[in-house]
């Protein structure tokens, strides 16, 4: 059984750090696409990041490009998302996303699918 647990999420002030974890188990780790999303009350939910496990190519919204880092640990079966100099309009339930088996060029789609979804973790920043 597929699954995705993400974790890391909390409550922080302006110009704050956390860093968010998407712990995936029951498949091979190796040659997917993983993706964060995130959505705010009254808002559509958005494509903050993604990254391909077996390149590790990796893409950024472009108002959160140089805050937000993507980054995968193979051993670990764990994609993170580290987020600085975090505002209060970051404020979202954060989910992970799995596409499975992505191809090379996945990540440069103009409009990426995913198969499976994560529960959220929320993350509120105070002003």
């Known amino acids: 059984e597929v699954q995705l647990v993400e974790s890391g999420g909390g409550l922080v002030q302006t110009g704050g750090s956390l860093r968010l974890s998407c712990a995936v188990s029951?498949?091979?780790?190796?040659?997917?696409?993983i993706g964060w999303f995130r959505q705010a009350p009254g808002k559509e939910r958005e494509e903050v990041s993604c990254i391909h496990t077996r390149y590790g190519s990796s893409y950024y919204a472009d108002s959160l490009k140089g805050r937000f880092t993507i980054s995968s640990d193979n051993a670990k079966n764990t994609v993170y998302l580290q987020m600085n100099s975090l505002k209060p309009e970051d404020t979202a339930v954060y989910y992970c996303?799995?596409?499975?088996?992505?191809?090379?060029?996945?990540?440069?789609?103009?409009?990426?699918?995913?198969?499976?979804w994560g529960q959220g973790t929320q993350v509120t920043v105070s002003s």
């Open positions: 029951g498949f091979t780790f190796d040659g997917h696409g």
């Open positions: 996303a799995l596409k499975l088996w992505a191809t090379w060029d996945w990540i440069y789609s103009g409009s990426r699918q995913y198969d499976y």
